[in-house]
T-cell receptor
Framework: GQNIDQPTEMTATEGAIVQINCTYQTSGFNGLFWYQQHAGEAPTFLSYNVLDGLEEKGRFSSFLSRSKGYSYLLLKELQMKDSASYLC????????????FGKGNQVVVIP | EPEVTQTPSHQVTQMGQEVILRCVPISNHLYFYWYRQILGQKVEFLVSFYNNEISEKSEIFDDQFSVERPDGSNFTLKIRSTKLEDSAMYFC????????????FGPGTRLTVT
């Protein structure tokens, strides 16, 4: 099975940088995903890492270390609309399709 | 931009009743999924579907649940004999390729069982 751990909530100021961490334990691994979820809405895809290193996509970057079972999502130049929950999910190698999500980290952006 | 749609947005039903949640995946996608999210909890995988059959299901997806692609566009989740603990947001998702890469989620159906 999978065990995915994320801290629960953080507050940051508009324009700042925030890092959201995710640690995971899984018997297999075939990719790590970050999704954004606004309250009452569907998760939307942000990024995907399957190899170690940093993937940059505009204001969002995601890092993966497979040996440490660790990933982070970096949000730069925070905007008010970035207030949301950020979900880390892993794709187990034995399961072709399922995504196993963590509980998510709530980011609150303040002026 | 194409998107996954779901109906209804909110369904209220009495315990013991059957409900059907409907989804229209993105038209050129081949892999379809159902997830659920109980209020305040994490998103949980229920089932994936490809080529008109279930490709994987979770421990949650027992005989109470079934999925169907009745035509070329719709993908449904049927929940029989609903229980209070089935109250959750149910998300449909689809992807062009297998394995979850860039799964696109629909807006969800909020199911309330009373």
């Amino acid at each position: 099975g999978q065990n995915i751990d994320q801290p629960t909530e953080m507050t940051a100021t508009e324009g700042a940088i925030v890092q959201i961490n995710c640690t995971y334990q899984t018997s297999g691994f075939n990719g790590l995903f970050w999704y954004q979820q606004h309250a009452g809405e569907a998760p939307t895809f942000l990024s995907y890492n399957v190899l170690d290193g940093l993937e940059e996509k505009g204001r969002f970057s995601s890092f993966l270390s497979r040996s440490k079972g660790y990933s982070y999502l970096l949000l730069k130049e925070l905007q008010m609309k970035d207030s949301a929950s950020y979900l880390c999910a892993v794709r187990p190698i034995y399961g072709n399709n399922r995504l196993a999500f963590g509980k998510g980290n709530q980011v609150v952006v303040i002026p | 931009e194409p998107e996954v749609t779901q109906t209804p947005s909110h369904q209220v039903t009495q315990m013991g009743q059957e409900v059907i949640l409907r989804c229209v995946p993105i038209s050129n996608h081949l892999y379809f999924y159902w997830y659920r999210q109980i209020l305040g909890q994490k998103v949980e995988f229920l089932v994936s579907f490809y080529n008109n059959e279930i490709s994987e299901k979770s421990e949650i997806f027992d005989d109470q649940f079934s999925v169907e692609r009745p035509d070329g566009s719709n993908f449904t989740l049927k929940i029989r004999s609903t229980k209070l603990e089935d109250s959750a947001m149910y998300f449909c998702a689809s992807s062009r390729w297998p394995g979850g890469y860039e799964q696109y989620f629909g807006p969800g159906t909020r199911l309330t069982v009373t």
